[in-house]
């Protein structure tokens, strides 16, 4: 069975620290995806990063960079210089390989991590 | 391009009535899944249509829960009865396939905050 652990519960940093957010998870699967969401106030889930299992490259988008490591099980998420406009509900998902029928399998989540960046 | 829509974005019902929330994935997307968030849990998987057909609907916690696409376009939950225990957001999402594009990202919509009383 697949898990995700975001043992952060809720973080709350100053303006323009830096923060990262914790991911373990568990799976059986040697080929799977990794996923970060975010959940801003206005509710909806935004899309940030997926990864695949295969490809350990750490990755950076602006202020976002995301550090996988396989012999750990994490996928671990950083804001540099943090901002009030990130203040929001982050996810961490898992999905296993893609079915044979070309849908994308269904998204095992953790438990999120409430952010709140004090201005 | 428009994004997943839902519909209501909020009911509030009381236990024993029947709700319906609808979902409207992204033009073109093959895949629409149903989600729901539990009292500050696990989003938690309820089930996957590809088109109009059920892929997967292990998450479907009972049989007070129907799920149905029409024509592989919108979707609908309906619930009914309701029980207390129903209570929380639900989600649905979107993503291609099938048509050449094979996609992992699932795109969501805001929700549907469902409150039993």
């Known amino acids: 069975a697949q898990k995700v652990t975001q043992a952060q519960t809720e973080i709350s940093v100053v303006e323009k620290e830096d923060v990262t957010l914790d991911c373990v998870y568990e799976?059986?699967?040697?080929?799977?995806?990794l996923f970060w969401y975010k959940q801003p106030p206005s509710g909806e889930l935004v899309f940030l990063i997926r990864?695949?299992?295969?490809?350990?490259q750490n990755e950076i988008s602006g202020r976002y960079s995301w550090n996988f490591q396989k012999s750990t099980s994490s996928f671990n998420f950083t804001i540099t210089a943090s901002q009030v406009v990130d203040s929001a509900v982050y996810f961490c998902?898992?999905?296993?390989?893609?079915?044979?029928?070309?849908?994308?399998?269904?998204?095992?989540f953790g438990s999120g991590t409430q952010l709140t960046v004090l201005p | 391009e428009a994004g997943v829509t839902q519909f209501p974005s909020h009911s509030v019902i009381e236990k024993g009535q029947t709700v319906t929330l609808r979902c409207d994935p992204i033009s073109g997307h093959d895949n629409l899944y149903w989600y729901r968030r539990v009292m500050g849990k696990e989003i938690k998987f309820l089930l996957h249509?590809?088109?109009?057909?059920?892929?997967?609907e292990s998450g479907m916690p009972n049989n007070r829960f129907l799920a149905e696409r029409t024509g592989g376009t919108y979707s609908t939950l309906k619930v009914q009865p309701a029980e207390l225990e129903d209570s929380g957001v639900y989600f649905c999402?979107?993503?291609?396939?099938?048509?050449?594009?094979?996609?992992?990202?699932?795109?969501f919509g805001p929700g549907t905050r469902l409150t039993v009383t």
């Open positions: 999402a979107s993503s291609p396939g099938l048509a050449g594009v094979w996609s992992y990202e699932q795109y």
């Open positions: 998902a898992l999905s296993e390989a893609q079915g044979s029928s070309g849908s994308a399998r269904q998204l095992t």
């Open positions: 990864r695949n299992s295969f490809d350990e």
């Open positions: 249509f590809v088109k109009e057909s059920k892929q997967d």
């Open positions: 799976t059986r699967d040697t080929t799977y995806y």
